[in-house]
């Protein structure tokens, strides 16, 4: 039997940011000036942040927003000051459940369905560890079920949103009685690194903190005017770039690597992977912006219209990179703009990239009516 094209939809979208937000330029000049007994290093500081399409970002640590010579993870000459990696889990701990509440009430709110009928819950996070872990700290206070079915999905990366999508729509296929909860928490300037390496200072640039979350079932459960449907997903390595994305825990955070070859391995890996998958041209592109030239080489490559990734454009400008969080921010803009007559609606693809290099894509709707 012909499977449907459409087996599920996201009910309710929820984000969450903490209160403390960096502009860009003000805190390129704090790095500088952190930087300025090496003067190269602090060009090259102010060039990246003009570059790299961020405006704004949101962080959980006030102490980033302290003048350079006194801020704790930039200041380079006083090592004996840099928070450790427990001192930043503990922070993460304290931080992260405020905001994943935050994303996940405003989602269950928005899918008209009480927390009690969750019967599954996704937890996601890169940027932090404890015991309880996030999703057994949040099923009381979220009042979810006690025996709700929990799988938490640690250190995957910045495609670990979609992961999260791809496996709940897999879960209310085989279970037409599953109803899912997704939340996703990233605090990822906690891992800012007390170091001059070009490495460092570009990790530095473009990453935010923040929440998100979704509520997933099968279609036709509930009638949403303007939800997202989801159809298939895969997931796939791409060949000879395992050491393109690599992310180590050391004693002062997580120590992160980005190829600067990253954005035209993509561009030129992706697009054959999806290219014939759908009979017509794709209206709808959430494409993660795991940084400004992943966009650029992925709009050329695919001939991806401007009206079409710049919800993509507009939540890197304003958000940052939120790792797996950020997927969710996008498909939140993209339905803010079909709201609002900025854009399209139809069907197209979700698109998030991990360490692996891996890439993960689902297939996406969005219409008034369930298909």
Not at 276 to 293: D, K, N
Request: include cysteine; aromatic fraction near 8%.
């Amino acid at each position: 039997m012909e499977q449907p094209k459409w087996s599920a939809e996201i009910l309710g979208i929820g984000t969450a940011v903490p209160p403390h937000r960096l502009e860009q330029e003000e805190t390129a000049e704090r790095l500088a000036e952190a930087l300025a007994d090496e003067p190269n290093a602090a060009r090259w500081v102010k060039r990246i942040f003009r570059q790299c399409g961020v405006r704004t970002r949101y962080t959980c640590e006030p102490d980033l927003l302290q003048p350079g010579r006194q801020n704790r993870y930039v200041s380079y000459s006083r090592p004996e000051r840099f928070p450790s990696t427990a001192e930043r889990m503990e922070t993460y701990r304290r931080e992260s459940v405020p905001l994943a509440l935050e994303a996940a009430r405003t989602a269950l709110r928005e899918s008209g369905m009480n927390a009690s009928e969750v019967t599954h819950l996704i937890t996601v996070s890169c940027t932090g560890f404890f015991l309880p872990g996030l999703d057994a700290v949040l099923v009381p206070l979220l009042g979810l079920q006690p025996d709700v079915y929990r799988s938490p999905l640690t250190f995957l990366g910045c495609g670990a949103g979609l992961t999260a999508i791809r496996v709940a729509r897999d879960l209310t296929a085989a279970n037409p009685s599953a109803r899912v909860l997704i939340i996703c928490v990233e605090l990822c300037t906690l891992h800012i690194q007390p170091s001059s390496d070009r490495e460092a200072l570009f990790g530095a640039s473009f990453f935010g903190d923040g929440a998100s979350a979704c509520v997933i079932a099968p279609t036709g459960l509930v009638h949403h005017r303007g939800s997202f449907l989801l159809g298939q997903g895969r997931a796939k390595l791409l060949a000879d770039t395992s050491d393109d994305m690599v992310w180590k825990v050391g004693n002062h955070g997580f120590h992160l690597y980005l190829s600067p070859e990253i954005p035209k391995r993509i561009g030129r890996l992706v697009p054959p992977e999806i290219e014939g998958i759908q009979s017509a041209p794709p209206l709808l592109w959430a494409i993660h912006p795991g940084g400004r030239g992943i966009l650029d080489e992925l709009q050329e490559a695919c001939r991806i219209a401007d009206a079409q990734i710049e919800a993509s454009r507009s939540v890197l400008s304003r958000y940052g990179n939120l790792s797996s969080a950020t997927l969710l921010f996008v498909l939140r803009e993209i339905r803010e703009r079909i709201s609002n007559g900025l854009q399209e609606r139809g069907e197209g693809w979700a698109l998030a990239f991990s360490p692996g290099l891996t890439a993960e894509w689902v297939h996406i709707g969005f219409q008034s009516d369930v298909c």
